[in-house]
């Protein structure tokens, strides 16, 4: 069944590739991306949308789940690693402008 | 008395000649409140529908509404927040911001600051020299750019998503560079595909041109603050890009602010704060997309809003077969709503936290328009 949703997967995916026919991928990793969104999501939740920190755990949860998120609310920063190469931080800006992944 | 009188003259007199419409009250500071009445058995309709938490809440599954606010006539009538929400809280308007971003657009139309037909280099103009320079400001509002961007989110490979590229990961520190560094597919204005990347250029393009005459806060002096929007956040990047395809925070009842000001045809209390014959030309179907949508695409969109209208040359009926046919919507990613009925005065936000598919517009809106008849 994996590998039938994997093909109707690429075969969507096709549809958007460039012109050669070939989705373009980018220089990411799971792991950059994982931190990327826990620790911007996390910041946005926690100082702009203000919500507690339960929630926010729980909000900003993605596939792989290896993102270890700190929250730092007096200096409204959130930073997020996984394993020993992959950290992300994001700061909150102020009102109008939240937060920023640095 | 006489100066009053001839205060209110002045004040109707330059509202006609803004061709605004005129309302008993405007929310600008709170909306009024005229609570739905004898509504029982459609209220319970509405919720049975829209709060539908299944299983364990870390399961994911089902409507996970967390603010739902209906306006009728200028007044809300129905409201109820659940999730740890309540009136005072922003949340996350994921797409809906690309109808916000295409208002900014309209915004700097009006003030004269930007046309649609000027291409992106004229206001970017570290890109000059490149293919992109073709893409008009009206291209970036229509999904007409053709950049070969790749819109997909966290239910398909990372790898190849530009979105998810662009918010998280090698992207996320100069977007506007992120966006303008893939290749054309196609001439602009003659491809149709979804794009957050083309509502994060409108919103560049908009604040470049508006930030000139207005300063770095010129999304909250001539959109936000005139509409009270009081607790707007528009995110950026490190270099200052506005991150108008996804990243714009508002509490619900501030979201319908912004529904009101489409349903009021670009005014606010008098004062025109998009061009006229704006809100028209954005709840059409675009020309790029009559000519060019995908099969699969069975929603049309205008400036950046998604539509109840038929597209005849594709055969494709009105997607809301329940709702009036003028009904218009911005539409986010898991389920945020902001949608516009003009022929019933209704205006309904939801926002949630779907992550086993968004909630259906024509569902919602049919339920919710029962509460207000």
């Known amino acids: 069944m994996k590998n039938v949703l994997s093909l109707v997967a690429f075969a969507l995916l096709a549809s958007c590739a460039d012109e050669n026919g070939t989705p373009r991928t980018y220089d990411n990793n799971d792991l950059e991306l994982a931190v990327g969104n826990s620790a911007r999501m996390g910041c946005s939740c926690m100082f702009v949308m203000e919500m507690d920190e339960a929630y926010c755990r729980a909000w900003v949860k993605a596939s792989p789940d290896v993102a270890k998120v700190s929250f730092d609310v007096a200096n409204k920063r959130v930073q997020s690693s996984a394993f020993i190469s992959w950290a992300a931080t994001a700061r909150f800006v102020d009102e109008k402008k939240g937060c920023i992944l640095e | ?373």
Request: one cysteine or more; hydrophobic letters at 40%.
């Open chain 2, 1 to 373: 008395m006489r100066a009053l009188l001839v205060a209110l003259t002045v004040s109707s007199s330059f509202a006609l000649a803004q061709n605004c419409p005129t309302r008993a009250t405007w929310p600008t500071t709170e909306w009024p409140q005229n609570l739905a009445t004898g509504k029982d058995a459609q209220i319970k309709a509405l919720e049975d529908f829209a709060f539908t938490i299944i299983g364990k809440d870390s399961e994911r599954l089902g409507y996970r509404t967390e603010g739902l606010v209906i306006i009728k006539n200028g007044a809300i009538v129905y409201e109820r927040y659940a999730r740890g929400f309540d009136e005072t809280k922003r949340h996350l308007s994921w797409s809906v911001a690309k109808s916000i971003s295409s208002a900014l657009v309209g915004v700097a139309v009006k003030q004269g600051v930007l046309n649609l037909d000027d291409g992106v280099c004229q206001l970017l103009p570290d890109f000059e020299g490149t293919p992109q320079c073709a893409i008009t400001v009206k291209d970036a509002i229509t999904f007409g750019t053709a950049l070969g961007w790749q819109e997909e989110y966290e239910d398909q490979s990372y790898q190849v998503s530009s979105v998810i590229s662009m918010l998280f990961g090698s992207g996320h520190k100069d977007q506007l560079r992120h966006i303008l560094t893939h290749k054309l597919v196609a001439e602009p204005g003659k491809r149709w595909s979804y794009s957050t990347g083309d509502a994060e250029l409108a919103s560049a393009l908009a604040k470049t041109a508006l930030s000139k005459g207005h300063g770095k806060d010129a999304f909250w002096k001539l959109l936000f603050d005139p509409i009270g929007m009081q607790r707007a956040t528009f995110e950026e990047d490190a270099r200052g890009t506005p991150l108008g395809g996804s990243m714009v925070f508002a509490t619900p009842r501030d979201f319908a602010k912004f529904g009101y000001l489409f349903l009021n045809d670009g005014c606010w209390n008098g004062e025109r704060i998009l061009p006229e014959g704006w809100v028209a030309a954005s709840t059409t179907p675009s020309d790029v997309f009559v000519a060019t949508a995908p099969e699969d695409e069975k929603t049309p969109s205008g400036y950046s809003w998604w539509l109840n209208r038929p597209v005849p040359s594709q055969n494709k009926p009105a997607p809301w077969p329940d709702v009036p046919e003028d009904t218009y919507a911005a539409l986010g990613h898991w389920g945020q709503r902001i949608i516009v009925v003009p022929s019933e005065d209704v205006i309904v936000v939801r926002v949630g936290d779907d992550r086993d598919g968004s909630i259906g517009v024509n569902e919602l809106t049919r339920l919710s328009l029962a509460v207000t008849r």
